[in-house]
């Protein structure tokens, strides 16, 4: 077992575990309809947590993710809404918005050099800002097309359904997958987290990767705005204050080291699906309030931080000792 | 080998090149040549050059005059990106690869090949390891770099850099932090580069290892090229007093042993025996005596520094013990040194030693401070005193007390620093470079408030480079190469010719 798998290996045996006891307290979680709701519920914010990832394993941060969400929301509704734009349209529109927006978030990063905390702290405001702009009311979305999309659904034969956010979700787990691992862009991003000074030096682009890797994150962020605008059938510049603190906290737990170099889009995944298992669970038992969710992702991620700290001083020690004892000699 | 460069064509050559940086010139006219096949090394002390060259050639810097040829052409790198495709590649001391990914993909990154518009990792992998095997390096390139030593990490550096196409390769300190069979490992791989016609440059500290690997080698000082030889035309007294600039004159200038004995106790303050750090230095023993000054002395690198952080417990002996005034001690930590009496005024000022934006007088009751603890806390009445007080002794020159440490000049940041040990009473100094970038006025200041504190006396060690100041103060010196000490002379023996026989010395 390589060590780099050990965070990975961690996530996975504890989601198993958790939804193991879950199981045995309540059986409907061994039912494809908590599965699917599972998927379902989750969907928006692991798909944002996907684009985090990129972010992070860059050796970055995105805090503009809870405010491009409501923005997108806000965006929506009211082009739609409102203004009786085609949904397809606005959705290339504010696409096409945020992906510029995470960009240009890029550009300031990387050549103004200033720390990615504060553009993107920067970037949170602005959007929300701009959320409360466009409107500070909730505004409803009544258009044919949401309802076509509430209507696409696989209909498990226990009466689980697989929606559309499901869909969309496990589609952008698969696409993230890829571009992390089988292309250069991806590679360039674990290099680039692992160290920057090395990665120029070896001919990674770094201005275009650091420029991309928010770009995707900012579109993903916008999906997600989507998918729970969707789910919503409405808009509201209030909503996702301070997701982006979950989603930092899920890739974290699911893996991937914040300092950047290391990490893995399923882990991620998987600690969504985690927190998605303890927060229906909470709601399931009754007894506690669901804010125990709060709790939870608190013990969780400190522990995951300890774990791969003391993981990468004891490699340290190791390696130490491996150069201690010498190598042969080429003959 | 193709060591009769001669006949051949040159592969790099550089003319006349110069470099101005607004305070100095950094290099001035400076000739060099490299064959292909050839291991051409560059030394030199600090400030030489050896890096302005590198990074001239690197495309790092930007030369103000003169032209680099590679194959007869004329270059002008732009950026180390763009010398090595233009066939230039650097492998420097610290790896600059990415510690996290694998040693295949290390090899590979930025050039990896694809299938089906996808990254093919089982190509990579198998290249990886044919390529490592063809240097004699058979190992799991799947692994994380990071799971290897340097010296490794050094050889896949160098596996990336010339798979690139390299015709020249810069290696700059790439044995600093390698053990013997590291070395022995780096250079069969040097070796085998030779065999493929790739020129090679190499900067090292290390005079053993110049004598072992190289063809040719150029010395720098000063910005300027000093000297070009053929291996086999050179002896290391000559090398050493090209480097440092120094005639080898028949005993001239011998020390003036004076009365300063009498002042001196015999008693030992700090005794170490095998001291070493695997890597780092070489068993020594070493002993130093109330009001006593030991020098040391030897070339950059040659293990000067590690004996004082080691002694210091900045880096931890790996061997060896250590004994104050004749009791066991464990010096594992700047703290516990601080404990038995220790101070040390390190070498770099501006990024281990002052505090910039605090005051001078900040600055001076910092260590005081510390070691009482930061809950006893010296009253401001008490400050004022001791600043007031170190100012007048050590005549620093500010306005006042408070003025902030960064606006005084380097001589007088040096002496804060020594005030701030001063304060606190040590009964051993430790001072490193002491008068490193400071002008002749309070060089010679610095160095008659070095012999009363050893009149008063304190133990004293002091690393320098500057020979006669050396000879000045030592009442013993201490003499280190290739990170080893290779002794010791005392009383009537020290002079600068003497030192330099001893660091040559077989």
């Known amino acids: 077992m390589r060590s780099r798998y050990i965070p990975l290996l961690m996530t996975f045996v504890v989601f198993v575990a958790l939804y193991l006891i879950a199981y045995s307290r309540f059986s409907s979680f061994g039912s494809m309809r908590v599965v699917g709701n599972l998927l379902r519920d989750n969907a928006y914010w692991g798909i944002a947590a996907i684009g985090m990832t990129f972010v992070i394993i860059s050796g970055g941060i995105d805090l503009s993710v809870g405010s491009v969400i409501a923005f997108t929301g806000v965006f929506c509704a009211l082009m739609i809404g409102r203004n009786g734009w085609d949904p397809l349209a606005t959705f290339a529109v504010i696409l096409t918005i945020g992906t510029l927006f995470g960009a240009t978030m890029g550009f300031f990063i990387h050549y103004f050099k200033i720390p990615a905390f504060i553009v993107t702290l920067s970037g949170l405001f602005l959007a929300r800002g701009m959320a409360y702009v466009l409107s500070t009311d909730s505004i409803r979305i009544d258009h044919p097309f949401y309802k076509q999309i509430s209507d696409l659904?696989?209909?498990?034969?226990?009466?689980?359904?697989?929606?559309?956010?499901?869909?969309m979700f496990l589609l952008i787990l698969i696409v993230g997958i890829f571009l992390a691992h089988f292309t250069r862009f991806g590679r360039n991003v674990y290099a680039l987290g692992g160290n920057s000074d090395a990665a120029l030096l070896l001919g990674v682009p770094v201005g275009r990767t650091t420029i991309l890797v928010y770009a995707l994150s900012s579109f993903l962020t916008v999906l997600a705005g989507i998918v729970l605008s969707l789910s919503k059938q409405s808009g509201d510049s209030t909503i996702a204050v301070g997701l982006e603190l979950d989603v930092i906290a899920a890739v974290v737990i699911g893996g991937t080291l914040l300092t950047g170099g290391v990490g893995y889009v399923i882990g991620t995944f998987i600690a969504v699906m985690t927190l998605g298992t303890i927060q229906t669970y909470l709601t399931l038992d009754g007894s506690l309030t669901p804010w125990w969710i709060k709790i939870v992702i608190g013990i969780l991620l400190f522990s995951f931080v300890a774990l791969q700290k003391l993981l990468s001083s004891r490699k340290r020690v190791q390696s130490a000792k491996e150069q201690l004892a010498t190598a042969p000699l080429p003959s | 080998m193709n060591t009769s460069g001669q006949e051949t064509k040159p592969l790099l050559e550089v003319k006349g090149l110069s470099k101005v940086f607004p305070s100095t010139v950094a290099l001035s006219e400076v000739d060099f040549t490299l064959y292909p096949g050839d291991v051409h090394v560059l030394v030199?002390?600090?400030?030489?050059?050896?890096s302005t060259l590198i990074k001239l050639i690197t495309g790092v810097h930007h030369k103000d005059g003169g032209v680099i040829l590679l194959e007869g052409k004329p270059i002008e790198p732009r950026s180390p990106r763009h010398a090595q495709e233009l066939g230039i590649s650097t492998v420097y001391q610290e790896v600059n690869l990415i510690p996290t990914m694998s040693v295949a993909e290390n090899i590979f990154?930025?050039?990896?090949?694809?299938?089906?518009?996808?990254?093919?990792?089982?190509?990579?992998?198998?290249?990886?390891?044919?390529?490592?095997r063809g240097f004699g390096l058979d190992i799991d390139v799947t692994r994380n770099l990071s799971s290897y030593s340097v010296a490794i990490q050094q050889i896949i550096a160098i596996v990336r850099g010339v798979d690139l196409s390299a015709k020249v390769l810069i290696l700059d300190e790439p044995t600093s932090s390698l053990d013997r069979h590291e070395v022995e490992r780096l250079f069969s791989v040097i070796r085998s580069l030779k065999q493929r016609g790739i020129g090679i440059i190499l900067i090292t500290h290390f005079l053993d290892q110049v004598f072992e690997i190289a063809d040719r080698i150029?010395?720098?000082?000063?910005?300027?090229?000093?000297?070009?030889?053929?291996?086999?035309?050179?002896?290391k007294v000559q090398l050493i007093t090209e480097m440092l600039g120094k005639e080898l004159t028949a005993a001239l200038d011998n020390k003036q042993v004076t009365a300063r004995e009498d002042g001196a106790s015999t008693k030992p303050f700090l005794e170490v025996r095998g001291f070493a750090r695997h890597g780092?230095?070489?068993?020594?023993?070493?002993?130093?005596?109330?009001?006593?000054?030991?020098?040391?002395a030897g070339l950059l690198g040659s293990g000067r520094t590690e004996i004082a952080h080691l002694i210091f417990g900045i880096d931890q002996n790996d061997q060896g013990e250590a004994f104050?005034?004749?009791?066991?001690?464990?010096?594992?930590?700047?703290?516990?040194?601080?404990?038995?009496?220790?101070?040390?005024?390190?070498?770099?000022?501006k990024v281990e030693g002052i505090i910039g934006e605090l005051s001078v007088r900040e600055n001076i009751i910092l260590a005081l401070q510390a070691r009482m603890?930061?809950?006893?806390?010296l009253s401001r009445q008490k400050q004022d005193e001791l600043a007031t007080q170190m100012i007048e002794a050590l005549h620093i020159v500010t306005p006042d007390a408070e003025k902030p440490v960064k606006e005084l000049?380097?001589?007088?940041?040096?002496?804060?620093?020594?005030?701030?040990?001063?304060?606190?009473?040590?009964?051993?100094?430790?001072?490193?470079?002491?008068?490193?970038?400071?002008?002749?006025?309070?060089h010679a200041e610095i160095i008659q408030i070095i012999k009363r504190l050893a009149q008063e006396g304190k133990a004293m060690m002091i690393i320098s480079s500057e020979l006669a100041e050396i000879v000045d103060y030592s009442d013993r010196v201490v003499v280190l190469r290739d990170r080893k000490k290779l002794g010791e002379l005392e009383g009537n023996e020290i002079n600068e010719s003497t030192i330099m026989q001893a660091i040559a010395a077989n």
């Open chain 2, 373 to 377: 603890g930061w809950f006893n806390y």
């Open chain 2, 109 to 132: 990154l930025g050039r990896q090949p694809m299938r089906f518009g996808m990254i093919n990792m089982r190509a990579i992998n198998q290249q990886a390891k044919q390529l490592l």
């Open chain 1, 153 to 167: 659904v696989y209909v498990f034969p226990d009466r689980g359904r697989f929606t559309f956010a499901a869909g």
């Open chain 2, 280 to 296: 780092m230095i070489e068993p020594f023993n070493l002993v130093i005596r109330q009001g006593e000054i030991v020098g040391l």
């Open chain 2, 409 to 442: 000049s380097g001589g007088n940041q040096q002496k804060v620093i020594l005030a701030r040990w001063l304060v606190s009473n040590p009964e051993f100094l430790i001072l490193d470079e002491p008068t490193r970038g400071i002008d002749v006025g309070a």
């Open chain 2, 218 to 235: 150029t010395v720098l000082r000063n910005g300027h090229k000093v000297g070009e030889h053929r291996l086999a035309e050179l002896t």
């Open chain 2, 44 to 50: 030199g002390e600090n400030g030489a050059g050896k």
């Open chain 2, 324 to 349: 104050v005034k004749g009791e066991q001690v464990n010096l594992s930590s700047p703290r516990k040194a601080i404990q038995y009496g220790f101070g040390l005024c390190p070498e770099d000022r």
